[in-house]
């Protein structure tokens, strides 16, 4: 199937939410379905932003604190939002409720 993308192509906003789960840590969690829809629409010429909440740092100081990290991005025409399980999906409802109220 061939996608014909115009030269304004549509910002696509690609989430990762952040996880509910207190016992759950980091042991190669990756969103690899999300980057797989990222890599799949940027070759067809859509402009990607990809959020991924659970690799958010801070800006340090000496004793761990510092303001967080901050970037603006351009008003995206699509928002997707992923959930690597279905029992995390108070981080996923709290991400929708967050980005209506954004966007």
């Known amino acids: 199937m061939m996608f014909h993308v115009k030269h304004s192509s549509p910002h696509i906003l690609l989430i990762n939410p952040w996880i509910t789960d207190f016992a759950t840590y980091n ?6 379905g999300l980057l ?5 629409l940027r070759a067809r ?3 990607i932003t990809l ?8 800006k340090r100081k000496m004793y761990g604190d510092g303001k ?3 970037t603006t991005i351009e008003k995206p025409d ?3 939002i ?5 029992y995390r999906y108070p981080g996923v409802i709290k991400l929708v409720e967050i980005t ?3 966007f």
Request: glycine share 6%.
């Open 27 to 32: 042991l190669w969690i990756k969103p690899l």
């Open 36 to 40: 797989y829809v990222a890599s799949f």
């Open 45 to 47: 010429g859509f402009r």
């Open 51 to 58: 959020l991924d909440c659970l690799k958010l740092r801070t």
């Open 68 to 70: 967080f990290h901050k």
């Open 78 to 80: 699509v928002i997707a």
């Open 82 to 86: 992923t959930s690597g399980m279905t």
């Open 100 to 102: 209506k109220t954004i």
